[in-house]
């Protein structure tokens, strides 16, 4: 005869020991179910986040654009990733930093847009001056680094002159670094002498110029 008693004492606990099991793997399934969704949810916000701020950049790029519709469409300035470049050739002779007549005048055109965008954003406008990489052989300045950082201020000044509030613009000297070109020939060169404005936001370390 089957003693009933003793089979279920024998597969009570068999029974037993099969439910903790269950119970400990549906509870690490929901704990990693938890884990993926709580993942899922970082990457889609710090997706959103990604493309609210491409946004943004694509709307600063746009109303820049548009504040300097007309001295874009003359081609007298450039515009790429939010600097304003202008050929060293129309603000200043070879090796010079006394501004030119042409040179003032674009300048001078420039004051009201960038005033107003800058206004409209509370942003800085970082003035930053650039030279090719040949040696400076005589003349007033020791070296390119010298020669960039007076013409960059001499572009903060006139920009102050025409109407630019000083607490909005500031100046920078980058020598022969960071050329737009290699400097392999004259044409290069030439690309690379230039100066170049920044709208910045003001909790950057820079320093207006007083």
């Known amino acids: ?23 400990s793997l549906l509870g690490a399934f929901v704990l990693l179910l938890v884990g993926v969704v709580a993942v899922q949810m970082e990457l889609t916000s710090s997706l959103q986040d990604e493309v609210k701020k491409r946004q943004l950049e694509e709307q600063r790029r746009m109303s820049l654009e548009k504040a300097l519709a007309i001295p874009l469409a003359s081609g007298r300035i450039t515009l790429n990733n939010g600097r304003i470049g202008i050929s060293g050739q129309v603000l200043f002779a070879l090796n010079s930093d006394e501004l030119q007549p042409e040179g003032r005048q674009l300048l001078t055109s420039l004051v009201v847009p960038l005033k107003a965008y800058l206004a409209s954003r509370d942003e800085l406008l970082m003035v930053s001056g650039f030279t090719d990489d040949r040696p400076i052989r005589g003349g007033p300045f020791t070296d390119n680094w010298e020669l960039s950082a007076q013409r960059a201020l ?48 003001k909790s950057s370390n820079a320093k207006p110029a007083s």
């Not at 009933?4 to 068999?14: C, H, I, K, L, M």
């Not at 613009?169 to 392999?184: H, I, L, Y």
């Not at 020939?185 to 404005?197: G, H, I, S, T």
């Open 1 to 23: 005869m089957v003693d009933t008693e003793s089979g279920v004492e024998n597969t009570a606990p068999v029974w037993a020991v099969f439910g903790d099991l269950m119970s």
């Open 154 to 201: 001499t572009v903060t000044r006139t920009l102050i002159e025409e109407g630019m509030p000083s607490s909005m613009v500031f100046a920078a000297a980058f020598g022969s670094e960071q050329p737009v070109k290699p400097n392999t020939d004259d044409a290069a060169r030439a690309q690379n002498r230039r100066v170049e404005m920044a709208p910045v936001p």
